[in-house]
Nanobody, 119 residues
Framework: QVQLVETGGGLVQAGGSLRLSCAAS????????MGWGRQTAGNQRELVAAIHRGGETDYVNSVKGRFTVSRDNAKNTVYLQMNSLKPEDTAVYYC?????????????WGQGTQVTVSS
């Protein structure tokens, strides 16, 4: 099983920055992709950023140029650097890892960390 510990959420003013971290642990054989999603009340979870095994990254259009996803494979950790934050970025942010722990590879999600951006 995989456990994810997310840190770095909080309250910031518009235009500010925040850095999220997520460390994965457990019986992990290997990790393919890692990344972040976010969700507001009453809405579906939206994929925000992903970083794949070879370092390729993907971002939702609304955060391109402002957010940067990175990973430290030695620490099984994924980061999300968020700059120029906007009120519409307010959401619960969830990290995920696509991990192999047995015969199958699947996505594991963290419990989420609240990010609130004030006007």
């Amino acid at each position: 099983q995989v456990q994810l510990v997310e840190t770095g959420g909080g309250l910031v003013q518009a235009g500010g920055s925040l850095r999220l971290s997520c460390a994965a642990s457990g019986s992990i054989i290997s990790i393919n992709s890692m990344g972040w999603g976010r969700q507001t009340a009453g809405n579906q979870r939206e994929l925000v950023a992903a970083i794949h095994r070879g370092g390729e990254t993907d971002y939702v259009n609304s955060v391109k140029g402002r957010f940067t996803v990175s990973r430290d494979n030695a620490k099984n950790t994924v980061y999300l650097q968020m700059n120029s934050l906007k009120p519409e970025d307010t959401a619960v942010y969830y990290c995920y890892v696509e991990a192999l722990t047995g015969p199958y590879q699947k996505d594991y999600w963290g419990q989420g960390t609240q990010v609130t951006v004030s006007s």
